[in-house]
Protein backbone atom coordinates (compact mmCIF):
# COMPACT_ATOMS: atom_id res chain seq x y z
CA UNK A 1 0.00 0.00 0.00
CA UNK A 2 1.33 3.51 -1.09
CA UNK A 3 2.80 5.66 2.05
CA UNK A 4 -0.20 8.43 1.28
CA UNK A 5 -3.01 5.89 0.92
CA UNK A 6 -1.61 3.99 4.65
CA UNK A 7 -2.07 7.32 6.16
CA UNK A 8 -5.16 8.38 4.87
CA UNK A 9 -6.80 5.42 5.78
CA UNK A 10 -4.95 5.38 9.45
CA UNK A 11 -6.52 8.77 9.95
CA UNK A 12 -9.60 7.19 8.86
CA UNK A 13 -10.40 9.34 6.29
CA UNK A 14 -10.18 6.61 3.56
CA UNK A 15 -10.05 9.24 0.81
CA UNK A 16 -7.72 8.67 -2.57
CA UNK A 17 -5.17 11.13 -3.49
CA UNK A 18 -2.56 11.58 -6.34
CA UNK A 19 0.68 10.41 -5.34
CA UNK A 20 3.33 11.92 -3.98
CA UNK A 21 5.56 14.00 -6.35
CA UNK A 22 9.58 12.37 -6.68
CA UNK A 23 11.56 13.00 -3.85
CA UNK A 24 13.82 14.98 -6.06
CA UNK A 25 11.57 17.13 -5.83
CA UNK A 26 10.80 18.11 -2.08
CA UNK A 27 12.00 21.89 -2.35
CA UNK A 28 14.59 23.09 0.41
CA UNK A 29 11.84 25.68 1.78
CA UNK A 30 9.44 22.51 2.88
CA UNK A 31 12.71 20.89 4.79
CA UNK A 32 13.35 24.42 6.64
CA UNK A 33 9.92 24.92 8.14
CA UNK A 34 9.87 21.69 9.96
CA UNK A 35 10.70 23.83 13.40
CA UNK A 36 9.48 22.78 16.59
CA UNK A 37 5.98 24.09 16.59
CA UNK A 38 5.85 23.71 12.76
CA UNK A 39 2.25 21.58 12.22
CA UNK A 40 3.11 19.06 9.36
CA UNK A 41 0.61 16.79 11.30
CA UNK A 42 -1.96 19.17 9.84
CA UNK A 43 -1.00 18.33 6.63
CA UNK A 44 -2.95 14.93 7.00
CA UNK A 45 -6.42 16.12 7.57
CA UNK A 46 -6.08 19.03 5.03
CA UNK A 47 -9.02 19.30 2.49
CA UNK A 48 -6.77 19.54 -0.40
CA UNK A 49 -5.36 16.42 -1.48
CA UNK A 50 -1.94 18.33 -2.94
CA UNK A 51 -1.38 19.21 0.85
CA UNK A 52 -1.99 15.69 2.22
CA UNK A 53 0.57 14.55 -0.68
CA UNK A 54 3.25 16.69 0.15
CA UNK A 55 2.89 15.82 3.91
CA UNK A 56 3.39 12.06 3.18
CA UNK A 57 6.57 12.96 0.66
CA UNK A 58 8.04 15.11 3.51
CA UNK A 59 7.65 11.82 5.75
CA UNK A 60 8.59 9.68 3.75
CA UNK A 61 12.08 11.55 2.60
CA UNK A 62 12.32 12.03 7.06
CA UNK A 63 11.82 8.27 7.25
CA UNK A 64 14.89 7.61 5.02
CA UNK A 65 17.08 9.66 6.45
CA UNK A 66 20.81 8.43 7.64
CA UNK A 67 21.16 8.15 11.75
CA UNK A 68 23.59 10.46 13.34
CA UNK A 69 24.12 7.88 15.91
CA UNK A 70 27.93 6.19 15.77
CA UNK A 71 28.37 2.37 15.81
CA UNK A 72 29.92 0.93 19.14
CA UNK A 73 32.75 -0.67 19.09
CA UNK A 74 32.29 -4.55 18.04
CA UNK A 75 31.33 -6.61 20.86
CA UNK A 76 29.75 -3.50 22.80
CA UNK A 77 26.74 -2.27 23.32
CA UNK A 78 24.84 -4.30 21.48
CA UNK A 79 21.42 -2.91 22.91
CA UNK A 80 22.75 0.32 21.97
CA UNK A 81 19.34 3.13 23.62
CA UNK A 82 20.60 5.48 21.50
CA UNK A 83 20.40 3.67 17.97
CA UNK A 84 18.32 5.50 15.37
CA UNK A 85 16.76 8.03 17.31
CA UNK A 86 18.38 11.17 15.94
CA UNK A 87 18.70 11.63 11.80
CA UNK A 88 20.37 14.10 9.58
CA UNK A 89 19.67 16.87 8.68
CA UNK A 90 17.73 18.08 12.15
CA UNK A 91 14.74 18.71 10.47
CA UNK A 92 13.84 15.11 9.83
CA UNK A 93 13.37 14.62 13.35
CA UNK A 94 11.13 17.25 13.20
CA UNK A 95 8.67 15.92 10.55
CA UNK A 96 9.13 12.58 11.96
CA UNK A 97 8.17 13.90 15.35
CA UNK A 98 5.04 15.94 14.20
CA UNK A 99 3.22 12.99 12.72
CA UNK A 100 -0.01 11.90 14.63
CA UNK A 101 -0.23 9.06 16.84
CA UNK A 102 -1.65 5.60 17.92
CA UNK A 103 -4.80 7.50 19.53
CA UNK A 104 -4.33 10.95 18.04
CA UNK A 105 -5.22 9.61 14.55
CA UNK A 106 -8.30 11.62 14.38
CA UNK A 107 -8.68 15.50 13.30
CA UNK A 108 -10.37 16.49 17.12
CA UNK A 109 -7.88 14.91 19.16
CA UNK A 110 -4.75 15.49 16.97
CA UNK A 111 -5.83 18.90 17.51
CA UNK A 112 -6.45 18.86 21.58
CA UNK A 113 -3.24 17.24 21.71
CA UNK A 114 -1.10 19.52 19.69
CA UNK A 115 -3.02 22.38 21.38
CA UNK A 116 -1.31 21.33 25.14
CA UNK A 117 2.11 20.38 23.26
CA UNK A 118 2.67 23.48 21.55
CA UNK A 119 1.81 25.67 24.89
CA UNK A 120 4.52 23.21 26.57
CA UNK A 121 7.00 24.49 24.26
CA UNK A 122 5.92 27.72 24.49
CA UNK A 123 6.26 27.82 28.14
CA UNK A 124 9.35 26.07 27.83
CA UNK A 125 10.87 28.36 25.58
CA UNK A 126 9.78 31.43 27.80
CA UNK A 127 11.40 29.94 30.73
CA UNK A 128 15.00 30.28 28.16
CA UNK A 129 14.15 33.50 27.96
CA UNK A 130 13.61 34.39 31.25
CA UNK A 131 17.65 33.08 32.13
CA UNK A 132 18.94 35.46 29.26
CA UNK A 133 17.22 38.08 30.51
CA UNK A 134 16.27 38.72 26.90
CA UNK A 135 19.55 38.53 25.19
CA UNK A 136 19.95 35.48 23.29
CA UNK A 137 22.58 36.26 20.69
CA UNK A 138 25.80 34.53 21.93
CA UNK A 139 29.08 36.66 22.29
CA UNK A 140 32.16 35.90 19.73
CA UNK A 141 34.03 34.01 21.85
CA UNK A 142 34.06 30.73 23.11
CA UNK A 143 33.79 30.68 26.43
CA UNK A 144 30.22 32.98 25.52
CA UNK A 145 29.24 30.46 23.46
CA UNK A 146 29.44 27.73 25.74
CA UNK A 147 27.62 29.80 28.57
CA UNK A 148 24.91 30.18 25.26
CA UNK A 149 24.93 26.92 24.28
CA UNK A 150 24.55 25.46 28.14
CA UNK A 151 21.56 27.42 28.94
CA UNK A 152 19.98 25.99 25.74
CA UNK A 153 21.01 22.46 26.57
CA UNK A 154 19.37 23.17 30.83
CA UNK A 155 16.24 24.19 29.93
CA UNK A 156 15.19 21.50 26.94
CA UNK A 157 17.23 18.55 28.29
CA UNK A 158 16.63 19.81 32.25
CA UNK A 159 13.10 21.35 32.96
CA UNK A 160 11.07 20.35 30.07
CA UNK A 161 9.83 17.33 31.12
CA UNK A 162 8.98 19.45 34.61
CA UNK A 163 7.33 22.19 31.93
CA UNK A 164 5.10 19.14 30.98
CA UNK A 165 4.07 17.78 33.67
CA UNK A 166 3.16 21.00 35.67
CA UNK A 167 0.62 22.47 32.99
CA UNK A 168 -1.07 19.37 31.77
CA UNK A 169 -0.66 16.43 35.47
CA UNK A 170 -3.81 14.83 33.13
CA UNK A 171 -2.85 14.77 30.16
CA UNK A 172 -2.99 11.49 28.58
CA UNK A 173 -0.27 8.28 27.88
CA UNK A 174 -0.52 9.01 24.39
CA UNK A 175 -0.16 13.18 24.50
CA UNK A 176 2.92 12.60 26.61
CA UNK A 177 4.34 9.94 24.39
CA UNK A 178 3.66 12.54 21.70
CA UNK A 179 5.35 15.44 23.85
CA UNK A 180 8.45 13.31 24.24
CA UNK A 181 8.79 12.66 20.36
CA UNK A 182 8.80 15.95 19.66
CA UNK A 183 11.17 16.89 23.12
CA UNK A 184 13.37 14.30 20.79
CA UNK A 185 13.44 16.18 17.94
CA UNK A 186 14.47 19.70 19.71
CA UNK A 187 16.94 17.87 21.71
CA UNK A 188 18.89 16.12 18.64
CA UNK A 189 18.56 19.42 16.99
CA UNK A 190 21.02 21.10 20.55
CA UNK A 191 23.16 18.15 20.32
CA UNK A 192 24.01 18.81 16.91
CA UNK A 193 25.03 22.02 18.09
CA UNK A 194 26.70 21.68 20.89
CA UNK A 195 28.98 18.56 18.89
CA UNK A 196 29.92 21.24 16.81
CA UNK A 197 30.67 23.97 19.46
CA UNK A 198 32.73 20.94 21.14
CA UNK A 199 34.64 19.92 18.11
CA UNK A 200 35.95 23.66 17.26
CA UNK A 201 37.00 24.07 21.28
CA UNK A 202 38.84 20.71 21.24
CA UNK A 203 40.85 22.11 18.18
CA UNK A 204 42.16 24.67 20.42
CA UNK A 205 42.15 23.76 23.94
CA UNK A 206 42.85 20.33 25.72
CA UNK A 207 39.84 21.36 28.17
CA UNK A 208 38.83 24.73 29.27
CA UNK A 209 39.58 26.19 32.04
CA UNK A 210 37.60 29.03 34.05
CA UNK A 211 40.54 31.14 34.17
CA UNK A 212 41.10 31.32 30.34
CA UNK A 213 37.12 30.41 29.04
CA UNK A 214 35.01 32.35 32.10
CA UNK A 215 33.64 30.78 35.14
CA UNK A 216 31.60 27.92 34.45
CA UNK A 217 33.67 26.86 31.53
CA UNK A 218 34.71 23.54 32.57
CA UNK A 219 31.92 22.45 33.73
CA UNK A 220 29.74 23.85 30.71
CA UNK A 221 31.94 21.46 28.45
CA UNK A 222 30.74 18.72 30.82
CA UNK A 223 27.36 19.34 30.31
CA UNK A 224 27.45 19.15 26.51
CA UNK A 225 29.47 16.44 26.74
CA UNK A 226 27.00 14.37 29.09
CA UNK A 227 24.47 14.78 26.34
CA UNK A 228 26.44 13.85 23.49
CA UNK A 229 24.97 10.47 23.50
CA UNK A 230 24.58 10.01 19.84
CA UNK A 231 28.49 11.00 19.39
CA UNK A 232 29.93 8.43 21.72
CA UNK A 233 33.84 8.71 20.30
CA UNK A 234 33.58 12.58 21.45
CA UNK A 235 31.92 11.78 24.68
CA UNK A 236 35.09 9.20 24.89
CA UNK A 237 37.47 11.96 23.76
CA UNK A 238 35.87 14.53 26.80
CA UNK A 239 35.78 11.80 28.95
CA UNK A 240 39.62 11.61 28.59
CA UNK A 241 40.57 15.20 28.53
CA UNK A 242 38.21 15.83 31.68
CA UNK A 243 40.38 13.06 33.32
CA UNK A 244 43.07 14.70 33.28
CA UNK A 245 42.09 18.17 33.87
CA UNK A 246 40.49 17.11 36.71
CA UNK A 247 43.27 14.91 37.85
CA UNK A 248 45.58 18.83 38.04
CA UNK A 249 42.77 20.13 39.69
CA UNK A 250 41.41 22.33 37.10
CA UNK A 251 38.11 20.34 36.85
CA UNK A 252 35.73 18.81 38.33
CA UNK A 253 35.74 15.17 40.24
CA UNK A 254 32.42 14.61 40.18
CA UNK A 255 32.00 16.14 37.02
CA UNK A 256 34.57 13.36 35.48
CA UNK A 257 33.25 10.28 37.34
CA UNK A 258 29.41 10.64 35.54
CA UNK A 259 30.92 11.87 32.13
CA UNK A 260 33.27 7.97 32.89
CA UNK A 261 29.67 6.86 33.72
CA UNK A 262 28.04 7.73 31.09
CA UNK A 263 30.72 6.00 28.50
CA UNK A 264 30.62 3.17 30.10
CA UNK A 265 27.23 2.57 29.59
CA UNK A 266 27.25 3.50 26.27
CA UNK A 267 29.51 0.97 25.38
CA UNK A 268 27.79 -1.85 27.03
CA UNK A 269 30.12 -1.67 30.55
CA UNK A 270 29.36 -1.73 34.14
CA UNK A 271 29.75 1.97 35.20
CA UNK A 272 32.27 2.55 37.66
CA UNK A 273 30.33 5.28 39.96
CA UNK A 274 26.58 4.43 39.76
CA UNK A 275 25.11 7.54 38.11
CA UNK A 276 23.62 6.37 35.02
CA UNK A 277 20.13 4.37 35.42
CA UNK A 278 17.54 3.40 33.83
CA UNK A 279 14.90 5.61 32.48
CA UNK A 280 11.83 4.64 34.64
CA UNK A 281 8.95 6.74 36.62
CA UNK A 282 9.33 4.96 39.91
CA UNK A 283 12.10 2.47 39.93
CA UNK A 284 15.68 4.35 39.99
CA UNK A 285 17.25 0.66 39.04
CA UNK A 286 21.45 1.49 37.89
CA UNK A 287 22.79 0.45 35.07
CA UNK A 288 25.20 -2.52 36.35
CA UNK A 289 27.81 -0.86 38.70
CA UNK A 290 31.72 -2.59 38.76
CA UNK A 291 32.07 -4.25 42.74
CA UNK A 292 28.53 -1.82 44.02
CA UNK A 293 29.55 -3.05 47.20
CA UNK A 294 32.11 -0.74 47.30
CA UNK A 295 30.23 2.38 45.05
CA UNK A 296 29.86 4.22 47.85
CA UNK A 297 33.82 4.86 48.58
CA UNK A 298 34.44 5.50 45.11
CA UNK A 299 31.58 8.22 44.69
CA UNK A 300 32.83 9.65 47.83
CA UNK A 301 36.14 10.26 46.54
CA UNK A 302 35.24 12.27 43.82
CA UNK A 303 32.65 14.27 45.85
CA UNK A 304 29.22 12.68 45.38
CA UNK A 305 27.03 12.00 47.66
CA UNK A 306 25.81 8.10 47.98
CA UNK A 307 23.99 5.79 45.91
CA UNK A 308 21.10 6.09 48.27
CA UNK A 309 20.94 9.67 48.49
CA UNK A 310 21.17 10.22 44.90
CA UNK A 311 18.33 7.37 44.00
CA UNK A 312 16.31 9.80 46.27
CA UNK A 313 17.11 12.93 44.80
CA UNK A 314 16.84 11.64 40.81
CA UNK A 315 13.50 10.38 41.48
CA UNK A 316 10.61 11.33 39.45
CA UNK A 317 7.42 10.35 40.78
CA UNK A 318 4.35 8.36 37.90
CA UNK A 319 1.97 11.08 36.84
Known amino acids: MMVIEWLLLGAGLGMQVPPAPPMAQIQPADIQQATDEFDFGRLIFAPAADERAKYAQLLAWAESRPSVAEPNPPGKGEADPYANAC???????????????????????????????????????????????????????????????????QVWFGSAVDVWLELFPQATDEETTWFFSILQAKQCEIEADSVKLLTRLFKVTSWPDDAAYGDG?????????????????????????????????????????????????????PQVYGSQFHASCGGNVPYPILDEANVDERRKAVGLSSLEEYKAKIGRPCK
Do not use: M
Not at 90 to 103: D, K, L, T
Not at 108 to 123: C, D, E, F, N, P
Not at 126 to 139: F, M, N, V
Not at 225 to 248: G, K, V
Open 87 to 153: FEPVQANYIIAWRPRPGLDSPSSYAQARGKIVGALRAIKARYLATTKGETTAGPSLGAQLEAQVRVD
Open 217 to 269: ASHAAWVLAQHADHHPSLQRLAAARLRRAASAGEASTADYALLQDRVQVRLGL
